[in-house]
């Protein structure tokens, strides 16, 4: 079973990640979209999936993103189980930090997903997250702008944590 994955990236960070996610779970069991060219029915065919979004003024998803939201109430999420990666930039904007996963999860939460993968927050350092539960990230935060250096470590260990969930390994 084919995992998708479908990111928005302004800038090409999230875009670079999709692409190191996607060569470490293999690219036989991976097909990555671009969420500026994707249509509802190429996010209804897979039950398994993966959302890459950074966060983009003050809290706001990144365009392409912030375009397709709407097309999430027409999506029908049960049954399918969906991880997320976000990235941000904890000390320029830390009261918005990686707010564009939270915003994703709570809209397919109520479509019915069933949201893995979530994170520890002990390791950064921010004031506020929209995508912070219960003192947990809904999903995988990356910040490219100052901890670039964790990113390949914080992805391997997460990615071993969903692949339980998604039933791939690594
Ligand atoms: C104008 C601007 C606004 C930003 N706003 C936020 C924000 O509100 N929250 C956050 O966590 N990161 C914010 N960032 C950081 C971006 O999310 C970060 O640079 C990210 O890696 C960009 O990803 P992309 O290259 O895939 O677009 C902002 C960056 C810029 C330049």
Redesign the pocket.
């Known amino acids: 079973m084919k995992i998708g994955l479908f990111y928005g990236?302004?800038?090409?960070?999230?875009?670079e990640i999709a692409q190191i996610i996607t060569t470490i779970i293999g690219e036989d069991n991976v097909d990555i979209h671009d969420i500026r060219k994707a249509k509802n029915s190429d996010i209804e065919k897979y039950e398994f999936l993966i959302l890459g979004c950074?966060?983009?003024?003050?809290?706001?998803l990144?365009s392409d993103w912030e375009d397709f939201f709407p097309n999430l109430d027409d999506i029908d999420f049960t049954g399918k189980t969906v991880a997320l990666f976000g990235?941000?930039?904890?000390y320029?904007?830390g009261e918005?930090?990686?707010?564009g996963i939270g915003i994703i999860y709570d809209k397919i939460i109520e479509k019915g997903a069933k949201v893995v993968g979530e994170w520890p927050t002990d390791d950064y350092d921010f004031d506020e997250s929209v995508a912070e539960r219960d003192g947990k990230f809904v999903g995988l935060a990356l910040d490219?702008?100052n901890e670039s250096e964790k990113t390949e470590e914080r992805i391997d260990m997460w990615l071993n944590q969903i692949s339980h969930d998604f039933g791939f390994e690594i």
């Open positions: 990236s302004d800038t090409g960070n999230t875009e950074p966060t983009w003024y003050d809290g706001e990144q990235l941000g930039d904890q320029g904007y918005w930090f990686v707010d490219e702008d």
